[in-house]
């Protein structure tokens, strides 16, 4: 079985104070892809920069303490490109793309829309060059797996309070649209997949007002997979039980 896992850490030196490294070392993914990680590699110890049986890689946003993600693999990939190719984004730290024999791997931290709604075109726009990317993948014949903070809400099912949030970014139409597009396109998200019906599976909650506690959260964390991999899937999972963030990891087993 191989193991693959995802989580926006929310800052990864904060997570390494809240248990990282403990959860990292008892579940020893196969692949791990962290987003939000807030820290350029320099400013990470040994101990999380590299961890023994692992490769790892960095994309850092220019701007100190913010964004930015991270790739965990036991096994080299055969090629890693730091980024989509496109400044704008690239310079914010937003993705991660691995190639290993049988597919890519990409972790992907989607920009987040602001409360006043000013950087929703900006996450429109990536959400466009990262599908045409994946695509670009798919036409070249390359089964593609992609996990991250999509910082999206699909369907009423994937947050607890669905209508006093039609207006909040990370659940407005115009956002929920490109999942509806690249499930049209045939990416499988694979946790709904499996769990057609399952609510109360959330990824996110946030800090105010004992939100965790009470579980009202959003999925906005994913594993999206095109369907040549379908057979392959052994199992997907949201793990809720385990903190150090205001997101939790989830996971694909793959056979």
Not at 166 to 192: A, C, H, M, N, S
Request: proline share 5%.
């Amino acid at each position: 079985m191989l193991e693959l896992y995802s989580w926006n850490v929310n800052g990864i030196r904060a997570a390494q104070n809240k248990g990282l490294l403990d959860w990292f070392n008892e579940t020893q993914p196969d692949i791990l892809g962290v987003q939000e990680t807030k820290a350029h590699p320099d400013q990470l110890d040994e101990e999380l920069r590299n961890p023994p049986g692992y490769f790892t890689y960095w994309a850092a946003a220019e701007r100190k303490g913010y964004s930015g993600v991270g790739l965990y693999s036991k096994v080299e990939p055969k090629s890693v490109q730091i980024g989509l190719g496109i400044e704008d984004y690239d310079s914010e730290g937003r993705t991660i793309v691995a190639e290993y024999d049988d597919f890519v791997f990409i972790t992907a931290y989607f920009p987040n829309g602001g409360r006043d709604h000013s950087r929703v075109p900006f996450k429109m726009q990536y959400k466009a060059a990262f599908l045409d990317f994946c695509n670009q993948l798919r036409a070249d014949g390359k089964p593609v797996i992609f996990c991250g903070d999509v910082n999206t809400a699909h369907n009423p099912i994937d947050l607890a309070r669905p209508k006093q949030n039609e207006k909040t970014t990370g659940f407005l139409p115009e956002e929920r649209v490109w999942i509806d597009q690249i499930v049209e396109e045939g990416y499988v998200d694979i946790y709904r997949a499996l769990n057609p019906d399952q609510e109360g599976a959330y990824s996110w909650w946030s800090y105010r007002g004992g939100a965790r506690e009470r579980n009202v959260g959003w999925r906005i964390d994913y594993f999206f997979i095109t369907p040549d991999l379908r057979d392959r899937v052994a199992g997907a999972a949201i793990h809720a039980d385990v903190t150090g963030s205001d997101h939790c990891p989830i996971s694909l087993t793959l056979a």
